[in-house]
């Protein structure tokens, strides 16, 4: 049963990041939390390391449709690359229901940045008719 939930979750995960443009993350650190019973620590490890793969085919196709600046892309890659020694040795630091609770206000602040965005599009659409 688990094999099957975390195949299922892996697919919501990689269908929601390939259609919506947002991490998986957000699917499978809670996922992999309240339905498989990861703690928060190994949930957030496992889920960058699968979002890797789903990074890798987007980006693949998105270069080919030409949606993707790859100056921009190299150079977020990079800073990434430098900042996540220390992104994951402060979340290690952390105790496990704090690192929870930073992760659901990060959540919230995502959902609500781009749900404002959406309606501030909206807006805008709507007064240039």
Do not use: W
Not at 42 to 57: K, W
Not at 81 to 108: E, I, K, M, Q, S
Request: glycine share 14%; aromatic share 4%.
């Amino acid at each position: 049963m688990t094999v099957l939930a975390a195949v299922a979750i892996g697919f919501v995960a990689g269908v929601a990041a390939g259609v919506a443009g947002i991490g998986g993350g957000v699917i499978l650190v809670p996922a992999m939390v309240f339905l498989l019973g990861l703690d928060q620590h190994t949930a957030e490890g496992t889920s960058l390391l699968a979002i890797a793969f789903s990074a890798v085919a987007g980006t693949r196709i998105n270069v080919r449709r030409g949606t993707v600046d790859l100056r921009q892309s190299l150079t977020l890659g990079l800073a990434g690359a430098v900042a996540a020694p220390f992104g994951a040795a402060a979340a290690l630091a952390l105790d496990a229901r704090v690192l929870g609770r930073l992760f659901g206000v990060l959540v919230l602040y995502s959902g609500l940045r781009m749900g404002l965005g959406l309606l501030r599009r909206s807006t805008d659409d709507d007064h240039a008719l």
